[in-house]
């Protein structure tokens, strides 16, 4: 076949390739993928994908994945989002992941572009855009709950550290709200897990506290672990959702509460499907960030089938979850309120034992 | 313009309040939306206004939390005062909370957002070393303290740095804000411009189309009311005008209606009239003319009754002898029908007689052709006789021969056969007796043949005979029947003429009666024609009065119609 026919055979098949039954739809996803919480939102938005394709996608039409990197950043954020809004192509948005990120980014997609973020939780967030969505509780209701459940397990000199980012703030200032005990520390901590906790262990030494919380991700969450057993500090550890990945470290985390949005060893059917789907797809368990990117990923793409390919139709039918049947995620049922926060939800209270979250039976859960 | 108007008005009043209230609208347009462009802008130029006032508060709210803030820091570094501890703590939060505000200013670009982030990211980092320094320093490690506050010391140049990017951002923002102020304000004045432009365009146009579409019929109007004075009554206004003018125009299309059916009329009675008077002349003259022809033949007529009285005497006269003509015609053919009557009862009787020789000759011609078929069977008889004879007469030669055989064996037979030689002879005898005979029948069976052929002969020209006096026979009817058909028709006529010349006689008697009658009428007649020519004398005169009569009037008449002829009448 001469060179010129061969172009246009393979031109009329892109072309077919390129008609409305096959072209892809698509929808950006944002987040610090080189963290470990931020690989398990990659894997879960991933799994919830291949799951949609595997179906023949949304009405017969493939759904693929813009993925780009913000660090947990708030300037690297805004660009991104930036980039997600003037892309017209891009239906919506799975992410962003960290509180601080979403704060910046949520400005922009503002401009008319539906974002559901993760595991997003700052209290700051609620009602920050029409355009946005949590499928995460704030951590006003988050920090609430582990106040009271400390409480209630009868710690009553409390240490509080927190990461100094809106996640962390917001959390650490939820759950001073909440706790009856007495609080006898309340310090910011790095969150790149490179400078040192050290003086704040030691400091936090001569005080004598029964409870160490601490509000920030799992990497400064290692951070005062390793510092802690290195001093032989014997005290309870408690963290936010943002410590689910620290129990995959069973040398350094066991023991430690968590209160995690999710937990593999629930039983519910939806949830044991997916903790199978990703155990078979990814051999190991799946956290809270995974699961809430799965329930994300998997919204987003229904309110692409429900509400059609139109940004404005699928805020509409988000929005709209609230007055209908919510959408049946494996972290629980899914809708919004108008502020964007996901209704009904918070945390589960979990403790580490032997690299997993084990449900956390008693009061204050 | 007047082209093709978009609306089509119907009186000027209408067309007058209609541009009017079009100039109205506008102008209220115009007005409404210079008004709502003011208001629109003075909610801009406020609305902008109170963003950058408040931007430039949370500036200023942000610069000055970020110094105590910082100075606090620094104080709880040297003293350990758990004021300053509160007082960094304090406005650590309200620093964030500024950022937080800062960021859910609506309308952020993206470059604005990223410097917020970027913000609260150094912010966040400074607050973290200090809370490090601080901690360093209630252990009672001054010298790394020191050192943890200066690498927080680092990041308060980046900070303030960011800061005033932001307030250069803002700077420029209220300037883009302003320019676009600026546009927007030009723009909704020459919109107003605009408005009020084609306002006056609109005045303009209607005023002018109004003149316009008022003076042009007028100028018809006139002309036509100038037609109508000078006697014109064929002008016509017509076509498309305002309301108003068309009611008048209409009024002086019927006055002109009017006016010429009413010359119409008045020249066609002149006309009439004129016609009238002439053929009433002509009449007249007429009249008088046969008037005078009348007196004359009225002359004529009483003596030519006169001399009618004398030849009708005459004809009377002659009438007499017709009749008696007619009488001896009667008697006449009394006698011919008569004759008539006896030729056809003789030409009757002979056909009778003719058609019963006629019968008997059949029954003749069918006896001689029966007897004719006989003698033919006996011909056919005859010649089997002549076969049978011969026959015989074989047999009796064989007999004979067989005899001579027979006495010659008995010659041989000696004495034996002596009888029986007798015998033989007298066989041979009758044998030769019976050849004889048949000789003697054939000879006769001849005879009668030839008999019976002449005698055939003889019958078929007796048949042939018979024959030819049928045809005479038959001639002879037909004679007689012609003769006797001639007889009935002459009766017939001789009865016709008989008729006619009794009702003759009849039509004679009456025409004499009217002879006698027309010949009194005549004679009254004369004495009459005498009186018709002296009143014929008299109507002449009277004509006479009549014919000048006539005259005035078709003078009358032609001054009538060039009196009318003046107002040019649409026929």
Same mark, same amino acid.
């Not at chain 1, 409870?211 to 014997?234: H, I, K, P």
């Not at chain 2, 009483?302 to 002898?321: F, N």
């Not at chain 2, 012609?482 to 009456?510: C, F, K, M, P, Y």
């Given at each position: ?139 006003? #209701? ?45 310090? /910011? ?25 601490? #509000? ?19 005290? #309870? ?20 509460? +968590?209160?995690? /949005? ?45 509400? @059609? ?40 209270? *979990? ?15 | ?32 939306? #210079? ?10 130029? @406020? ?65 604005? +957002? ?14 973290? &070393? ?17 050192? %943890? ?86 002008? &016509? ?28 009329? !008045? ?54 002898? =017709? ?35 006629? @019968? ?24 089997? =006789? ?11 030669? %064989? ?45 006769? *069976? ?39 058909? !001639? ?54 005169? !009277? ?29």
């Amino acid at each position: 076949m001469p060179p010129l026919n061969r172009l246009f055979v393979a031109a009329v098949l892109s072309a077919l390739a390129c008609s409305s039954g096959s072209e892809p739809l698509y929808i950006g996803a944002a987040g610090p993928w080189n963290e470990a919480f931020g690989r398990m939102n990659q894997q879960g938005i991933a799994l919830a994908l291949e799951e949609i394709n595997a179906r023949g996608g949304i009405a017969g039409r493939p759904l693929r994945l813009i993925e780009r990197d913000d660090a947990g950043d708030g300037s690297r954020a805004a660009a991104i989002a930036s980039e997600f809004v003037a892309n017209r192509s891009v239906l919506g948005v799975v992410g962003h992941i960290t509180s601080g990120a979403m704060m910046a980014a949520a400005r922009i997609y503002d401009q008319g572009l539906p974002a559901v973020a993760t595991t997003a939780s700052s209290p700051d967030l609620s009602g920050i855009s029409q355009w946005t969505f949590r499928v995460i509780a704030s951590d006003s #209701a988050n920090g609430l709950t582990m106040a009271r459940f400390a409480t209630a397990r009868g710690f009553r000199r409390a240490a509080v550290l927190f990461e100094n980012n809106s996640y962390g703030r917001g959390l650490a200032e939820a759950f001073r709200r909440g706790y009856a005990g007495e609080v006898v520390g309340f310090d /910011p901590i790095p969150s790149d897990g490179k400078a040192s906790v050290e003086p704040h262990i030691s400091w936090l030494r001569t005080r004598a506290p029964d409870l160490v919380f601490v #509000a920030g991700t799992d990497v400064s969450g290692r951070a005062v672990l390793r510092e802690a057993r290195r001093q032989g500090v014997a005290v #309870a550890f408690m963290g936010g959702d943002g410590w689910t990945p620290v129990a995959a470290d069973t040398a350094l985390a066991e023991g430690a509460f +968590v209160g995690a /949005p999710f937990s593999a060893r629930d039983p519910g059917d939806a949830a044991q499907r997916f903790v199978r789907a990703y155990v078979t797809r990814y051999r190991e368990e799946p956290d809270g960030n995974a699961a809430l990117a799965y329930d994300a990923t998997m919204v987003l793409a229904r309110a692409i089938e429900h509400g @059609g390919a139109s940004r404005a139709r699928i805020r509409e039918w988000l929005a709209s979850l609230a007055g209908n049947q919510p959408h049946a995620g494996v972290t629980g049922p899914i809708s919004f309120h108008p502020s964007g926060d996901v209704i009904g939800r918070g945390v589960v209270m *979990t403790r580490i034992r032997n690299g997993s979250l084990t449900i956390e039976t008693g009061a204050g859960s | 313009m007047n082209a093709a108007p978009l609306v089509r008005f119907r009186s000027i009043r209408q067309r007058l309040f209609t541009g009017f209230w079009l100039l109205v609208g506008l102008f209220v347009v115009a007005g409404l939306m #210079a008004r709502a462009s003011m208001l629109t802008m003075s909610t801009l130029i @406020g609305d902008t206004l109170a963003a950058v006032q408040q931007d430039a508060q949370l500036a200023a709210r942000l610069s000055a939390g970020v110094s105590q803030e910082l100075s606090a820091a620094d104080r709880y570094l040297q003293a350990r005062d758990s004021a300053s501890q509160a007082e960094f703590r304090t406005f650590a939060a309200e620093s964030h909370r500024v950022q937080r505000e800062m960021n859910l200013n609506p309308g952020l670009a993206p470059d604005e +957002v990223a410097l917020i982030a970027s913000i609260d990211d150094a912010l966040s980092t400074i607050e973290t &070393r200090y809370a490090t320094a601080h901690r360093l320093a209630d252990l009672g490690r001054a010298e790394e303290a020191g050192r %943890q506050a200066e690498r927080a010391r680092d990041m308060v140049a980046t900070l303030k740095q960011d800061i005033e990017a932001l307030g250069v951002l803002k700077t420029r923002r209220v300037t883009d804000a302003s320019r676009a102020l600026r546009i927007d304000v030009e723009r909704r004045a020459m919109w107003v411009l605009v408005a009020i432009g084609v306002s006056v365009v609109l005045g303009l146009l209607v005023v002018f189309t109004t003149v316009n579409w008022i003076s042009q019929p007028m100028r018809r109007l006139v002309a036509h009311a100038r037609a109508l004075s000078g006697g014109n009554f064929g002008v &016509r206004t017509e076509g498309d005008l305002p309301g108003e003018f068309r009611e008048l125009a209409e009024a002086m299309n019927g006055t002109a209606d009017s006016l010429a059916r009413v010359v119409a009329v !008045a020249n066609t009675t002149a006309d009439d009239v004129a016609s009238s008077a002439r053929d009433l002349a002509n009449v007249t003259v007429q009249i008088s003319a046969s008037a005078t022809q009348m007196a004359s033949s009225m002359t004529e007529v009483s003596s030519g009754a006169e001399s009618q009285v004398r030849q009708l005497k005459s004809v009377d006269e002659a009438l007499g002898s =017709i009749r008696t003509n007619a009488d001896e015609i009667l008697a006449g053919s009394a006698d011919v029908t008569t004759l008539a009557g006896s030729i056809g009862d003789s030409a009757r009787l002979r056909r009778a007689e003719i058609e019963r020789a006629l @019968g008997i000759l059949g029954s003749v011609r069918t006896t001689v052709q029966d007897a004719a078929h006989e003698v033919v069977a006996l011909t056919h008889t005859a010649e089997d =006789i002549n076969r049978f004879v011969s026959i015989v007469s074989r047999i009796a030669e %064989q007999t004979d021969l067989l005899a001579l055989n027979a006495a010659i064996e008995a010659a041989r037979a000696g004495n034996a056969g002596r009888g029986f030689a007798v015998v033989a002879d007298e066989v041979r005898k009758l044998a030769e007796q019976a050849q004889a005979a048949a000789e003697d029948v054939v000879q006769l *069976t001849q005879l009668v043949t030839t008999r019976v052929t002449s005698t055939t002969l003889a019958m078929e020209a007796g048949v042939a005979n018979v024959g030819e006096i049928e045809n005479v026979s038959r001639n002879i009817d037909v004679a007689l029947d012609a003769i006797t058909t !001639a007889a009935e028709q002459t009766r017939l006529a001789a009865g016709n003429v008989a008729v006619r010349a009794e009702r003759n006689a009849a039509i004679v008697a009456s025409a004499a009666q009217g002879v006698q009658s027309i010949a009194r009428t005549a004679e009254g007649h004369a004495a009459a024609a005498q009186q018709i020519s002296a009143a014929t004398q008299e109507q002449s005169a !009277a004509c006479e009065q009549m014919s000048s009569a006539s005259t005035q009037l078709l003078q009358g008449s032609e001054q009538l119609r060039e009196l009318v002829g003046a107002l040019k009448a649409v026929a």
